[in-house]
């Protein structure tokens, strides 16, 4: 067996050319599949993304009244000592922020917008040291520039709401609203920043402001509304939840609850649909292509052996041993190229998922009215690596059987004589 | 005699000062005195709420009872509301609506909701005539007003729950008919307007037959509430202010 | 000289069969999987364009020309008279059925518990050809024009606790921008492809609703459906113009393309897709490319012989370069067939995916039917045809500098 083993071994190296040719077809042939499978899974993560990054974050803890009055925005259900529980989470490894979202009259004056008027918003107040652990907005910023801890007068606001009623940095705009308990209130803030990010809604209603001010502005003597925590991608989010709401029991806090993203997602709007099942049927597809390669690289590289096959027929050794010096030297280029396509793959990914495409330079040519931003990242998939290297070898060892069978049945002359 | 020039200037400056001393009010005595007066056991009347926004101006007609402070029935007669009703009882909102099968009940931050789009809104509606429960009053002056003397009152809200947390009102000296009120943020930013335009007489106390109310934040908001016919003290079948009677 | 070079080639090609067929059935696989990827691309283009026309905007959508300015208001008393514009439309040959709607934000009250929802009056007759309502009933049946009734989506229902029977009270602003509340029963529940109008949405008859808000003869919007084949931009000019003309009224009228937001988020989506579909291009490319010239590499030995015996450069290039291009041809030929069939086959059946969406649980399954276009067929094959013949010209020029006794010698 080892000597077998060896003689596969040996001809691998041997036969250096032809290895590295077919085993490059193999990496490329899995490398693209990776890509593409990252890419599909990106795409269908992309939604879900949207939602976790700028909207709901991946679990939201209120206390336990506020959520069947969700829509009126309680004020006066608030979390009481936001620090405790944050810091609480944090000795249990969750990363957490906290946020007091709160309704407003936007007043606008002609000054700066040409004409006056009012309009119903939701400000979202931030603790802009933290706020960025947990949702994304930092890289937003389309113009102008965060917001600071404690900053008193600015806000920041969506690209497409800015748009909509003609904000630019610096212009000065009247939040009205009721504080906690009722009383009105109402403070001038200036536009600092306006972000644009991959989610529509948000572009479209954003308003953000220093939690601290907002705090001040209606009473809330350090409570807050929410506290938000975002887990790591391949986080079980419902395990995750009940480890929370026991963490939280177990501290005496039983006033509050954790609720996962899914449950808050049927607030905000989807936004686009995309077809799920269509996505597998592409990956489908790009297996059968990257098989199709491998299958055939591996088949020529087989069928140009024969000769090679034959003259160890030849000298003696046995069927049996010479199957298996072939199979094992095809799953040695199997193997090679399998690794390879995964480190490329790898290095794809790692780029995809942290940089991707920006489809921007397409769309800046067309009217699509409103900007958006939209960068197509890829997402880690641990099964799909797997499944290429299993792949890669398995489907390389597999075909490679036909060749081998073919040139064990014919006899050995003509073996011999093969070209 | 010079050593008796100070105690004759003391009695002479009690003998002038002593009947403004008698007669002052004080802050609290001028508003308990403004709530009383427009307080009745019962009333009937009729109005109409006429509002202006963006959009242009609107008018409903409606009927109102009240019984002492705390209940009140409003039915709107106006095409657009015909048959709408908000009973205000035990300390609660209801609306009924013809088409609706039961009663809207307001609450909470519901009640900041405007009547009818106007600069009125339900929470103002309920608001109770016990002014000094919710605010510590201040007399700033005197001031002369549309030819009237009155108190220059600062009203400052006692807890968060209260919707203004400053008050200023011009009250009338002689009928305490608060003229004139303006609403402010703690900080003084002017929120509301509200101003008296005309009144009636209505035995020996004085009304408003037409206010005006502007919301300060808006531009081009305001309100108008007239009141046509008046009724003090009617007998009134004190049933209607039952939710049972609401549904009818 | 080409004929013989081609009767050559040919032979080549017959010659060694099993090379061919590798050679070829890589091609072929290539090309078949483009095509199926681009049926089921347009499918879903189709399938999101449908769910906006129908849910959404129609193919032309037709409002008062003051509502955008003050959107954000939701101002009823800014509609269009649905009575007169109506035979206007229906003398335009291009326009097929139109629907009036009105969408109102509401509060729904079920004793004291409250939860704002989005309305929507329809004419549920009309709606026929933009929402089949009664297809995608799930429980229940669609409201009647002129009662009290109204479709819920299904998740509001579960969430809600509400079934076909129970009554809900609706509080809403009205045209005259004061409030009014109606009673109305709940006859059905609705499965929606949208996912987010599962979540939020009810569906009352349009008379009630006008009734409710006091809209009179009144309706917010006006969606219109085409004949298929008219150019939607041109069609929305023409309606414009023609209400203007025989009203005196200035309209919003546009096509599907021209309203902003939903359309923007549609082109983003078939952005993507394409996207991937240029990287699985290359893949197919790739893979023509690595096969046709691992055989030319396997062909060193042969290529030598034939230098040796005479033949050599542009010859021997154009000689390897046939038997590429006649064996991409067939086998190119072989892959958009197999593809178009099964596209064609799989647009008629549908793909019914039926496995759990992750997220959302408003979703519900619905069916994917690909599209085949022969345009694209055939631009698929020519581009296989072209990219394999230029896989096999690289390899074989180098090949044919090569020295006949270097070919000779390669094992």
Same mark, same amino acid.
């Given at each position: ?419 | ?248 | ?89 229906? #003398? ?9 709607? +009105? ?6 009250? *079920? %004793?004291? =518990? @409250? ?112 004949? #298929? ?9 023409? +309606? ?6 025989? *009203? %005196?009224? =200035? @309209? ?160």
């Amino acid at each position: 067996m080892k000597f077998i083993f060896t003689l596969a071994m040996k001809n691998l190296f041997r036969y250096k050319r032809r290895t590295i040719i077919t085993a490059v077809a193999i990496a490329a042939g899995l490398m693209m599949y990776l890509l593409v499978d990252s890419l599909l899974l990106g795409v269908e993560q992309e939604s879900e993304r949207n939602l976790i990054w700028y909207e709901t974050s991946s679990i939201r803890i209120h206390q336990t009244a506020y959520w069947p009055d969700r829509q009126l925005y309680p004020l006066e259900k608030a979390i009481k000592d936001p620090r405790k529980v944050i810091n609480l989470l944090k000795e249990n490894g969750w990363t957490a922020t906290e946020r007091t979202v709160f309704t407003a009259d936007m007043i606008l004056y002609s000054e700066d917008f040409g004409e006056d008027g009012n309009l119903g918003v939701l400000v979202t107040a931030i603790d802009p040291e933290s706020d960025n652990n947990v949702f994304h907005f930092e890289d937003t910023l389309l113009e102008g520039r965060f917001l600071n801890k404690g900053e008193t007068n600015g806000i920041l606001i969506g690209s497409w709401f800015a748009e909509d009623i003609g904000a630019k940095i610096g212009y000065w705009i009247t939040l009205l609203t009721r504080g906690n308990g009722g009383f009105y209130e109402a403070i001038d803030v200036q536009v600092v920043g306006i972000v644009n990010c991959p989610n529509p809604n948000v572009n479209r209603t954003l308003i953000m402001m220093d939690k601290d001010t907002a705090g001040t502005l209606l009473g809330m003597d350090g409570a807050v509304t929410e506290i938000d925590i975002l887990l790591p991608s391949r986080a079980d989010v419902d395990i995750e939840v009940t480890k929370i709401q026991a963490v939280l029991e177990a501290a005496g806090l039983s006033d509050l609850e954790a609720r996962s993203w899914r449950e808050m997602a049927k607030d905000y709007l989807a936004i686009a649909e995309t077809k799920r099942g269509g996505t597998a049927i592409i990956l489908f597809l790009v297996f059968i292509i990257a098989a199709v390669g491998i299958s055939n690289t591996m088949l020529m590289a087989m069928y140009e052996r024969t000769r090679e096959l034959g003259m160890m027929r030849a000298m003696g050794m046995s069927d049996n041993h010479i199957r298996l010096a072939f199979l094992f030297e095809a799953g040695g280029i199997g193997f090679l190229g399998a690794i390879i396509g995964i480190i490329l793959g790898a290095l794809g990914n790692l780029y995809m998922v942290n940089i991707g495409f920006d489809l921007g330079f397409i769309m800046r040519n067309m009217d699509l009215g409103y900007r958006i931003q939209s960068i197509m990242r890829g997402a880690w998939s641990v099964k799909s690596f797997f499944i290429a290297f299993i792949a890669g070898v398995g489907l390389s060892m597999i075909v490679s059987l036909f060749p081998i069978r073919r040139a064990l049945k014919i006899d050995i002359p003509a073996c011999l004589r093969h070209q | 005699m010079y050593k008796k020039l100070p105690l004759l200037l003391i009695i002479g400056v009690l003998l002038f000062a002593l009947p403004s001393l008698l007669f002052a009010l004080t802050a609290d005595e001028i508003i308990g005195e403004m709530d009383r007066l427009s307080t009745f056991e019962t009333t009937y009347s009729i109005g109409s709420i006429q509002t202006t926004d963006r959009f242009g101006t609107k008018t409903s007609q409606f009927k109102s009872w009240s019984q002492g402070k705390k209940d009140s029935l409003i039915e709107f007669t106006s095409k657009a509301e015909r048959g709408q009703k908000i009973l205000r009882t035990e300390g609660s909102l209801y609306l009924f609506y013809p088409d609706a099968e039961q009663l809207i009940r307001m609450q909470g931050a519901a009640l900041r909701q405007s009547m009818l789009g106007s600069d009125i809104s339900y929470e103002d509606m309920t608001e109770e005539k016990n002014t000094l429960d919710n605010y510590t009053a201040k007399l700033e002056r005197e001031e002369t007003f549309k030819g009237r003397e009155c108190y220059v009152l600062t009203l400052t809200a006692k807890t968060r729950s209260v919707a203004y947390p400053i008050q200023k009102i011009w009250v009338d000296k002689q009928t305490y008919l608060v003229w004139k009120a303006e609403y402010s943020t703690a900080q003084g930013r002017l929120l509301k307007v509200m101003e008296v335009l005309d009144t009636f007489n209505s035995g020996n106390r004085v009304l408003p037959k037409q206010s005006k109310i502007e919301d300060k934040m808006k531009k081009n908001s305001s309100t108008l509430m007239t009141v046509d016919s008046f009724e003090a003290n009617p007998k009134l079948d004190r049933s209607i202010f039952t939710l049972e009677n609401l549904t009818w | 000289m080409m004929t013989k070079l081609s009767k050559i080639a040919f032979r080549n090609i017959f010659r060694n069969l099993r090379r061919s067929i590798l050679s070829g059935a890589a091609i072929a696989v290539s090309a078949m999987s483009i095509v199926m990827l681009f049926g089921l691309l347009d499918g879903m283009e189709h399938d999101m364009a449908n769910n906006l026309k129908s849910y959404y905007t129609g193919e032309v959508r037709i409002r008062n020309v003051e509502f955008e300015k003050h959107e954000r208001y939701n101002p009823l008393h800014l509609g269009v008279d649905w009575k007169k514009i109506e035979p206007i439309l229906a #003398d335009n040959n291009s326009v097929v059925t139109a629907t009036p709607r +009105i969408n109102f934000p509401a509060s729904m009250y *079920l %004793g004291d =518990e @409250t939860h704002g929802v989005m309305g929507i009056g329809v004419d549920f007759e009309r709606e026929k050809a933009f929402i089949d309502f009664a297809s995608i009933l799930q429980e229940g049946r669609v409201p009647q024009s002129g009662k009290n009734e109204m479709l819920i989506g299904f998740a509001l229902a579960r969430d809600m606790h509400l079934t076909p029977g129970d009554k809900v009270t609706l509080l809403s602003t009205t045209a005259t921008r004061g409030t009014n509340a109606i009673t109305m029963e709940i006859v059905g529940t609705a499965g929606f492809p949208v996912a987010g109008l599962n979540a939020n949405t009810i569906w009352a008859p349009i008379d009630r609703v006008q009734y409710f808000l006091r809209m009179g003869d009144l309706t917010q919007e006006i969606l219109v459906l085409l004949t #298929d084949g008219t150019d939607e931009k041109i069609v929305a000019t023409q +309606i414009q113009d023609e209400i203007q003309a025989k *009203l %005196g009224e =200035e @309209t919003e009228t546009r096509s599907w393309q021209n309203i902003n937001m939903m359309y923007s988020l549609f082109k983003i989506a078939k952005i993507s897709y394409y996207f991937i579909a240029v990287f699985f291009f290359v893949l197919g490319s790739t893979v023509i490319i690595n096969t046709t010239m691992m055989i030319i590499f396997e062909r060193m030995r042969e290529i030598g012989m034939l230098s040796a015996l005479g033949m050599h450069g542009s010859e021997l290039t154009k000689l390897f370069l046939l038997e590429g291009f006649f064996i991409s041809m067939i086998g190119s030929a072989v892959g958009v067939i197999i593809g178009y069939v099964g596209t064609y086959y799989m647009g008629k059946v549908g793909l019914n995916f039926t496995e759990a969406f992750s997220g959302m649980d408003m979703e519900i399954s619905s069916i994917l039917y690909p599209e085949t276009s022969l345009v694209k067929t055939v631009i698929i094959w020519a581009y296989a045809v072209i990219i394999s013949t230029l896989a096999t010209f690289i390899p074989s020029r180098r090949a044919s500098k090569i020295q006949p006794v270097e070919a000779l010698r390669y094992v």
